[in-house]
């Protein structure tokens, strides 16, 4: 006989199974979804904002293909590449880190523009600070050349 406590499960319930649900046990709320503008019913996405005239709209619509690519990707593949990227253009020699810093600072402006109107004032605030601080970096290391 064993020293280890029983458990509580009983023997004729079964073994424990998860709940049935997406893979971490997290469910989305209704009507979510991973690509980006696509709706509950599986609809084709329309490409801007139903607000957008003009420059916006002709950004959005030229956006979108590069987006949802980006959004197809693993997280971690996206995370890791950009990291790399801000790494190199803080360390690399003077004529490839400004570059990787600028493709970094160039890829923060693209999408703080496409998220503008999405999110309340805190979140436009953070996103035109750390634009800002990337701004600063590379302007720095321009200098220091």
Sequence with gaps: MSNRPRSKQSKAAGPRTRPPGPRGGVTP???????P????????PEASTPTATGFRRKVERASY????R????PRWLVTVAL?????????APSPY?????????????????LAWHQGDRGRRVIRVVALALGCAALILRIAAT
């Design 29 to 35: 709320r209704s009507g979510t979804s991973r690509r």
């Design 37 to 44: 503008g696509a709706s509950a019913r599986g609809a084709q």
């Design 65 to 68: 293909p590069f987006v949802l």
């Design 70 to 73: 980006l959004h197809r990707m």
């Design 83 to 91: 990291a790399a990227l801000l790494v190199a253009g803080l360390l």
């Design 97 to 113: 880190g400004p570059v990787c810093l600028g493709v970094v600072v160039a890829l923060m402006a693209w999408l703080t523009y």
